[in-house]
């Protein structure tokens, strides 16, 4: 079966539009994000998005869109009319699908909360924002610019402008306790309403973190403790009605994020701006794309050639089959083995399923699909690692 039949035409299909602007870089941010304390171009940016959307749109031909997300660095400081220009460029090219999903990433800041209407207006539905602690100690920490209330009044705003917002947290911080995290969490959930985003704290080489914690002047907690501090995540979400769906991604069913399905089920999807990336279906075969990650570097080669292309790499069907595993294994859902051998041509080896089935980190189905189990996630790099050898 060709990747053709495997992806078809009808399967959803997904914009990422970057913005790769920041107030200031966050300490343990490895994300392609930049500060311009001399201002930016928002509209010669605006332009560079709507030729790279129009040049990417003459490659693949018509396609429906399902979801739209703007992600970064940091949307919320983007002008309305230039969200509403993407849009409008990205309906001029595509069909846009009735029940489109368009989520805009947002600090909670009271500024960028006085945008919120605005982006409503513009067509954005589904509002993400970036919470990540509900103590002032530790968003100082963590080198934010907003207050534990200010983001409690963002969500507030949020939730009067959008049928749908999230927010997200980060756990596992420095002296963090299970009895702290566990007030937190509470709090959290009282104030979200269908989704949230929990990432346990990582220690990316090339951050301000990293060089703190390499010198031991960043004590994060030991493997034991972000286990516990994992495990209360899943017990008290899952009690108040929000389950994981993804290793870290909770919500009531129904209310998943439904660009971030695209990703995590192998889906098509384009890569709009400075250092975004792409997964594109041409002609049977799968790309794999990647722009410039300087902002600069993206618009000067965007203004001479359409696109800021840096990878644009055809895919084998091992690679696109890792892919699929590594992804799709994050989802609670699991996978089908069948889609794995149409893509790659091979089965899954059924002794390597046997044996993590065995020490039960893997589960098979009723419907034959092949999911980690609760216990599994936490080792979840090594079950992927085990079945694509």
């Known amino acids: 079966m060709s990747l053709t039949t495997q992806i078809p035409s009808v399967?959803?299909?997904a914009v990422y539009v970057h913005w790769p602007f920041c107030l200031s870089k966050c300490p343990y941010c490895d994300f392609n994000s930049h500060v311009r304390h001399g201002g930016v171009d928002e509209a010669r940016f605006v332009r560079a998005f709507e030729s790279e959307i129009a040049a990417t749109k003459a490659r693949i031909g018509d396609r429906t869109v399902s979801t739209i997300f703007f992600g970064g660095g940091t949307p919320s400081l983007m002008k309305a009319e230039s969200v509403q220009a993407i849009l409008d460029s990205i309906a001029k090219h595509w069909t846009v699908a009735p029940d489109v999903e368009v989520t805009?990433?947002?600090n909670p800041t009271s500024v960028e909360a006085t945008r919120f209407r605005g982006y409503r207006l513009a067509g954005v539905n589904r509002v993400s924002l970036g919470v990540q602690a509900l103590d002032d100690q530790s968003l100082?920490?963590?080198?934010?610019?907003?207050s534990a209330q200010e983001a409690l009044d963002a969500v507030a705003i949020a939730r009067t402008i959008f049928d749908r917002y999230s927010f997200d947290l980060i756990y596992a911080r420095p002296r963090q306790t299970l009895d702290a995290w566990h007030t937190e969490l509470k709090r959290a959930i009282s104030e979200a309403a269908?989704?949230?985003?929990?990432?346990?704290?990582?220690?990316e080489p090339g951050t301000p973190f990293f060089g703190l914690h390499k010198a031991g002047k960043l004590i994060t907690p030991d493997e034991d403790l972000g286990r516990d501090l994992y495990d209360l995540t899943q017990q008290v979400c899952g009690d108040a009605g929000l389950?994981?769906?993804?290793?870290?991604?909770?919500?009531?069913?129904?209310a998943e994020c439904r660009h971030n399905l695209v990703y995590w089920r192998g889906h098509e999807y384009a890569g709009i701006g400075p250092g975004a990336h792409g997964r594109l279906n041409i002609d049977g075969r799968r790309y794999a794309t990647e722009t410039d990650k300087k902002p600069e570097g993206w618009l000067e080669r965007v203004?001479?050639?359409?696109?800021?292309?840096?990878?644009?790499?055809?895919?084998?069907?091992?690679?696109?089959a890792d892919e699929f595993l590594l992804m799709?294994?994050?989802l609670v859902e699991g996978i089908e083995p069948q889609r794995f051998t149409a893509i790659s041509g091979r089965d899954l080896d059924p002794a390597r399923i046997s044996f993590l089935r065995d020490g039960g980190a893997v589960e098979t189905m009723p419907d034959g699909r092949l999911r980690v189990t609760k216990s599994g996630f936490p080792l979840l790099d090594a079950v992927v690692a085990d079945l694509a050898a």
Do not use: C, M, W
């Open 140 to 146: 100082k920490e963590l080198g934010r610019l907003h």
């Open 194 to 203: 269908e989704h949230l985003s929990l990432y346990q704290l990582t220690i």
């Open 303 to 320: 203004e001479a050639q359409g696109v800021g292309l840096t990878v644009d790499e055809k895919l084998q069907p091992g690679e696109v």
């Open 11 to 13: 399967a959803p299909f």
């Open 104 to 106: 805009l990433e947002a």
């Open 328 to 330: 799709g294994l994050r």
């Open 243 to 254: 389950p994981a769906y993804e290793i870290s991604n909770h919500a009531r069913p129904g």
